[in-house]
């Protein structure tokens, strides 16, 4: 894990308390310490940082940083060091603090990851601000004696952990997104031959894996992942993911299956598939679609046949025909479906891209 941290030039206590979280941390992540913008803005642009961290508040170069970390998709963690406490923020209100706080500040704090504060005095003042509920106490070893060096570098350290572990599908590139596909589509097929030569995935790195299989736990397709990698004839990553801790976003609610909801007494698989539809649109007007609904209908439409001609009568009549186009779509990115097994034709227009961006952004944080 590769951080850099960003520090005022001219805070002495700042500056020992950033040398004790790097020193505590030893070998288990990268430090890189700066306080001159100019070279900030160098590294962020030249090199890949998991995480920028800035120490204090109301400097005008972290706009621009904040700025470059939304592009190569750093996170960001922000500790005021009490430099948001009403006191402080009264200290030249009107000339100084208003200014910069309605320029940048509530941005800055709102759009980060994760706040460490170091009391619960600036705690409750965090929030009484209302700008950022994801607020952790790490106590500070330089100001007391209550924590050491070792165990405040050791809690900093496993909330930089929690933030990388949060929406991990972001952080996937492109090669490792089609790997787990193809992992999804093997165990929703239970065959390899279904992946053809020339898409045959390649393992994912240790920390891709672990990406996939929070992201698999979160939305409940862990055991599609599973069967993936045992059909792929791949080890087991043996990661519990129930175990690793994470930030969702607010009114996160974890994906029902669709047998759950919708039963399964239907007289034949067209009756179901229209139940189906019917709650994928709902879904859908709710930004509640997910990667378990979508597996559940790739599975169904390749191991369950349906009357093809009459699906798609009824479909039109109930006004689902484009929705099913834009869902078949979406397997076919996001599943592996093939065209073989679609009962109506994919279309791949603006509507189905907001569909695929809603999916992709459902754990978001922001």
């Keep these: 894990m590769r951080i850099l941290h960003f520090l005022p030039p001219d805070n002495d206590m700042i500056a020992q308390h950033v040398t004790m979280l790097t020193n505590g941390m ?15 803005k160098m590294l962020l642009q030249n090199g890949k940082y998991d995480i920028l961290h800035i120490h204090g508040c109301w400097r005008n170069a972290s706009k621009n940083l904040v700025g470059l970390t939304k592009k190569s998709l750093t996170r960001l963690v922000v500790t ?6 009403p006191w402080v923020q009264d200290d030249g209100y009107w000339k100084e603090k208003l200014p910069k706080r309605l320029l940048y500040q509530r941005d800055i704090i709102h759009q980060a990851y994760a706040i460490i504060v170091q009391g619960k005095m600036e705690l409750e003042c965090m929030e009484k601000l209302g700008w950022n509920s994801r607020c952790t106490i790490i106590r500070n070893a330089i100001i007391t004696c209550s924590i050491s060096a070792q165990e405040m570098a050791r809690q900093t350290f496993a909330l930089y952990r929690k933030v990388m572990d949060s929406n991990t599908l972001e952080l996937l590139p492109a090669e490792s997104r ?13 065959d390899s031959r279904w992946l053809s030569d020339d898409s045959r995935p390649t393992p994912l790195s240790d920390e891709d894996m672990r990406r996939v299989m929070c992201h698999a736990y979160q939305e409940q397709t862990t055991d599609w992942i599973k069967k993936g990698l045992k059909v792929l004839k791949w080890n087991d990553p043996d990661i519990d993911a129930a175990t690793i801790d994470c930030f969702l976003p607010e009114g996160y609610h974890a994906p029902q299956s669709i047998q759950s909801t919708i039963g399964n007494q239907y007289a034949s698989e067209n009756e179901r598939l229209m139940a189906t539809f019917k709650l994928i649109r709902k879904l859908t007007s709710n930004n509640q679609l997910s990667m378990l609904h979508l597996c559940e209908l790739d599975r169904e439409l390749r191991f369950h046949p349906c009357e093809e001609e009459e699906l798609k009568e009824e479909l039109k009549e109930h006004k689902l025909w484009m929705l099913a186009r834009r869902t078949m779509q979406l397997m076919a990115d996001m599943t592996g479906l093939t065209e073989g097994y679609m009962p109506v034709t994919a279309l791949d227009d603006r509507q189905t891209r907001q569909m695929r961006e809603s999916v992709e952004k459902r754990l978001k944080i922001q």
């Excluded at 992540?29 to 900030?40: K, L, M, P, Y």
């Excluded at 089609?178 to 239970?190: C, E, L, P, V």
């Design 26 to 40: 030893g070998l288990e992540a990268e430090n890189h310490v700066t306080s001159d913008a100019g070279n900030a």
């Design 80 to 85: 005021p060091h009490g430099q948001l406490q």
């Design 178 to 190: 089609d790997t787990m596909r193809s992992i999804i589509k093997a165990g929703i097929t239970g």
